[in-house]
Structure formats: structure tokens, C-alpha cells
């Protein structure tokens, strides 16, 4: 009997039709956890780097974390990887919701995507009994009210369903996956669900999960649930609120906006409004919230309730979380009640909501600057809500500007030319970023920007303050109950970093230090997206629950496979290099790994090489950002090597 995981995949050739289920290799389990880890072993063993995005040849791949359906808490994270159409890289985004442990309960680790279908379908899980069927009439539907037809034309409302809007239908490089309670939004997964004639995708299941070591593994659970106990009743000082407490950011509990509003960029990532939030401004965006939170909601199994069911008059319902909350809000100059709005339409189309909103504010701003006219807007409404209402309409269904904006602000100014290559600015890897720029080079996010294969600094910072702390005071309280470091060194970092001297950013950290503290956050990320646990219960909060120290014992008590913090650590940077080692194949080299120009106000050309090559040593790469030959034999991973050194990628050392 297999263990946590049930063992089987589920195969699907939306060109044939064709449906098996396939037993999954068990060592792969030691080796790469589940979830991303063995997605990335499925992407390098079948997708080769010739095949595009749109091909047929290309995998969509939904899977289940190793730990998801089991009763760790927060273990409830899906994981669609593919490779996408806005970066050509490999794409991996995760969503929770009900998804993924439902899809384990069906009997299913995962659900692999190939070809392409010619006509729109839905695919219908439930337990053994696998159907493509017909989905003509859903065909321009919302993702939101795709679901809850599926659902009604099942008679089946105990189902899951992820499904696609128009901008998935379309091939909006940005477009999402959405899923209940959460979406995978990030590098245009939902434009490959489009692509292959998938509208969405519905799961039933009844089957169990078993664990094999029952007594231990509750214990663990109740270890996790005891200390978000302790943290709820200890929140963390001397940090913004949102980072007080556990989940993903509490920005659906919280009114306070003045750290995102005057802190981060409004617009295309331009401007910055340093006295934008006052009282008034406060009360009118607090009476807005209360109007349209019903409640806070959670994910499967799960005591944290991170997200909104947000109802906006006239709308119908959907769910929000975090950041989201502002990106439609600050790209338009508006107020929230605005984001609100406009983010149910996203919503329902199913586009990300850091690249559509950036893209607009691109859009307008061309605009103004007489690179884009009127003309290239025709009917377009003069106040900017309206446009931005109007603009999203036209994105979502590739008409006219639209169909150029749809791939995002990179490819749209080389499509554009005329200068608007520079109103482009907020890209890496040709992807949007956070809209955040900063005054002085952090060393650590300068890495995290630069190297993440997720492309996404939300999804690689973490459990290191994003600052120092103003006294030694402040710092010595921090590290009293800081039981989540790995080595005992990483506090004696903490304790020396000063926000002015010679021990602040940005010569400290230091290089090899941020290497290490970039290692840390990397390295726990990783763990969270092959065993399917929510970020905010691990990775991304200062001091959470799961750390390097328990998760060992989960996965050996639910798998039965014996695994200390070197082997999970080792199992971490093996899937870590693996996909380094995918999108290296693909092209990826070491020029593309740079922040935007404005990121930082002031750069350091001779610094940030420094970290460049001392953070790729440290991870067993050469000059170049490819990994050796002989670190990839040391992560089992020879097989890579091969390849690398029959495409002439890795050169003798």
C-alpha cells in the first residue's frame, strides 16, 4: 500500500480521447516528494525544449501535494504546471480551495493533460469513472459561473471544479485558473488550459488516504495546531500587521492600507503616493470593505480564514485574497470600492491580478505619451475607471489594442516599437512583478528577484524580516522564540543587521550570507509545493508552524519513508535544480536574471555581480547559472547532466 499518496495518475489525451490510469513510480516519492517536484520530473522526461506552450505536445499538469487530503492542516494545495506561453520557461502556480485533497479522495496524485481537444470540454472525475464531456455551452462563460453549472448539470454539488473564463478561451497570456476558493493566476496557465479545448475540470471523490504511521502523524497535526494557537495569542512585534500573524496575508481582515498605499507603486508601477492615506481615507475604505465582506473563508482543513467571499451589488459573488484587493485599485488611481468591482469581472474572465491591471496602466500610459493614440482606442470611455472597464473587455477577448495587450507588457511594446519598450519596466523574465520599487538594494531580494524560477517574490520570500529592526532590543525579543531556523547562525545574522552602518543593506548581508538566507526561504518553498502545504502555514510567514524541524517527521509518518532534515533538504534543492536545469534547457541564461532598472533607486553593478556569482556557487552552479556536472550528479540528477552535455549546454569544467 502506498502511503500519503494514493499512487496512481490520471492520464488524459484531450486528441484521442484516450483516459488510463497509470501507476506512479514510488522511488520518485524519496527523490521528489510529490507535487512540484515529480511535475518537474514529468516536464523534463516528456516535454523536450523544442515544444511551445500552444503545442499539443505540451503537459497541463494538476497535481496534489504529497501531504494533500491527509490531516495536516493547511495541506490543501494544488499545483498546475506547464510551460508558458508569456516566459517559455516552465510555469508552476498553485491554488487552495477543496481542489487537490478532493482530487486525492477520487484516487488521483495527479491529472496529466496532453493534445488538444477540437471542441471545448469539460472533464468529469468521480472516483473511477473518468468522462470528457461536452462543454459548447459553456463557451464564454465566467469561470465562476462555470463551476456552479457544472455543478447543477452534475447533480453533483459536493464536486470541486477549476475552470477557465474567456481569457483562458482566448489564450490571454495571463490568463488564470480559477477554483472555488483560490486561482492559479501566475505565467498563463489558464491560456494552456484554453489552448487545449479544456473549459474546466470536476473532481468527486470518496476514496480514503492513508498514513502510515497514524498515532505519530496526529500528534504532529496537533503540534501545528497547538502553535497557531500560541501565535494567534503572541502575534510578532516590530513588523507591519500583515506579517504579525499566520496564513496569507490578512488584507480581507484588515482595513489599515497605509504601508501598500504609500508604500508600493501606484499606476504602471511608477508612482509612488507617500501621503495618500489619511483618516478619511481610512473610514471611507473600511465602510467599503464591511459593505462587501460577507465572511472570512478558509481552505480545506484549515483554522486560518485568509480570504473574503466578497458580494458587490448587482455581482455575483466571488472570493478574494491578499494583494488582490489593490492592484486593480492602485493601477487606476481609484478607490476600492472600484477594485472591488472591477476584480469580480477579472474574476470571471480569469486573468492575473498583478499582470491585467500593470498592463492597462501600461496601456494608458502609452497613451499619454503619444506612443498609442486615440485612434488605437476606439469607443473607449474618457474617465479611467471606465477605461479601465473598457480595456479589460477588450484584453480578454483579443479585439483590436486588446489583442496586443494580451500577452503582457513585454511582448506588447516589442509588438508596439515606437519607445514603449521602456514603459515596459516592470518585468523579469519577461514577466510582471510586484509593483514595488525601492530605495537602497536589499542583497536577499536582489537574489530572490533574480534567480526565482517561479518568478514571483511572493512565492520565494519568507521566513527572514524583509528589514532590520531598530534596536538590538528589538532584535534580541525577535530571536527569543525563533525556533524555525535551521542553524543557530542564521540569529547571529539577524542580530548584526543594522539599518544604518556598516552592517546595512546593502553590503550586509553580505553575499555569502544572502546566498545562505536565500537557501533558507528557497529551500522551505520547495518543500511546501512538493508536499502541497499552504505558504502561509510555512514558507512565507516570519515564524510558522511547519519549519525544517517537523517537516521531516510528517513526511516520514505519512509515507513511512524515513527522511531527516538532510535528506528533505537534499530532496528540496534536487527539485529546485531540476527546474533550474528545465529552463536553463530552455534558453533561460544568466542575462535574463536582473531586476527591473527602477527597482532600486540606486544599483550596484559590481555588488550585484558579486551575489550573482557567489549565490550560484553556493548552489553548485557554474559562472553562468548552469549547474556542474558533478552537483548534478550529487543530487541525483546524472540523467540532466547527459542531456545538458549532449545539447552542448554544460561545457567541461
Known sequence: MRYAETGYYLEVDLSTGNVERVESDPKWTELYMGGLGTNAKILWDRVPP??????????????????????APGANRAIVSTISPQTGLMAYSMMGGFFAPELKYAGYDKVIIRGKSPD???????????????????????????????????????????????????????????????????????????????KAIAVRGTKDVNVAQP?????ECNGIMDYIKYRADNPIKNVEPIFQNLGSP???LLHDEKWHTTGFMWGNARARRKDFWTEEVE??????????????????????????????????????????????????????????????????YGVDGFSCPQTMAFALELLEAGILTEADFPGMPSDTEGRFYWLLDRIVRREGIGDILANGTYWAAQAIGKGAEEYAHNNIKKHEQLPLKLGMLNPVYFLMYCTGEKINITQIEGQFPQEP???????????????????????????????????????????EIA???????????????????????????????????????????????????????????????????????RGMTRADEKP?????????????????????????????????????QEMDLGFVAEDLEKRGILKDE
Open 50 to 71: 523544442e515544444i511551445e506552450a500552444f503545442s499539443p505536445d505540451n503537459l497541463l499538469i494538476f497535481s496534489a501535494g504529497l501531504l494533500g487530503g491527509t490531516l
Open 120 to 198: 471545448l470540454v469539460y472533464l468529469w472525475i468521480n472516483n473511477d469513472k473518468v468522462e470528457i464531456r461536452d462543454a459548447s455551452h459553456l463557451k464564454g462563460k465566467g469561470a465562476v459561473e462555470t463551476q456552479e453549472l457544472i455543478k447543477q448539470e452534475l447533480n453533483e454539488p459536493k464536486a470541486h471544479v477549476a475552470a477557465i473564463g474567456l481569457a483562458g478561451e482566448n489564450k490571454v497570456w495571463y490568463a488564470s485558473i480559477e477554483q472555488g476558493r483560490s486561482s492559479c493566476s501566475r505565467a498563463g496557465v489558464g491560456a494552456v488550459m484554453g489552448d487545449k479545448g479544456l
Open 215 to 219: 498515532a505519530e502523524f496526529i500528534k
Open 250 to 252: 490578512q488584507e480581507m
Open 283 to 348: 473610514e471611507q475604505w473600511t465602510s467599503v470593505q464591511e459593505s462587501v465582506r460577507k465572511r472570512l473563508i478558509s481552505c480545506y482543513n484549515c483554522p486560518m480564514k485568509c480570504g473574503g467571499l466578497i458580494s458587490v451589488p448587482g455581482s455575483p459573488n466571488y472570493m478574494m485574497k491578499c494583494y488582490s484587493k489593490l492592484t486593480y485599485t492602485m493601477a487606476a488611481y481609484s478607490d476600492l470600492a472600484f477594485g472591488f468591482k472591477i476584480a469580480q469581472m477579472a474574476t470571471e
Open 469 to 511: 529592526f531598530p534596536t538590538i532590543e528589538s532584535r534580541e525579543e525577535f530571536i527569543r522564540d525563533w525556533i524555525q531556523v535551521p542553524d543557530e547562525k542564521f540569529k547571529k545574522y539577524f542580530l548584526d543587521w543594522n539599518a544604518r552602518g556598516e552592517n546595512s543593506n546593502p553590503q550586509y548581508p553580505t553575499p
Open 515 to 585: 546566498a545562505e538566507l536565500v537557501d533558507w526561504m528557497e529551500r522551505m518553498h520547495y518543500i511546501d509545493d512538493a508536499l502541497g502545504v499552504c505558504a502561509g502555514l510555512s514558507s512565507f510567514p516570519l515564524k510558522p508552524p511547519y519549519h525544517i524541524h517537523n517537516y521531516p517527521r510528517f513526511f516520514s509518518a505519512g509515507t513511512g519513508i524515513e527522511m531527516d532534515e538532510d535528506t528533505l533538504t537534499q530532496a528540496a534543492r534536487r527539485n529546485r535544480t531540476l527546474i533550474r536545469a528545465i529552463n536553463v534547457r
Open 596 to 632: 527591473p532598472e527602477d527597482h532600486w533607486r540606486k544599483r550596484f553593478p559590481e555588488l550585484e555581480k558579486a551575489l550573482l556569482d557567489v549565490y550560484y556557487k553556493f548552489r553548485g552552479w557554474d559562472e553562468r547559472g548552469i549547474p556542474t556536472k558533478e552537483y548534478l
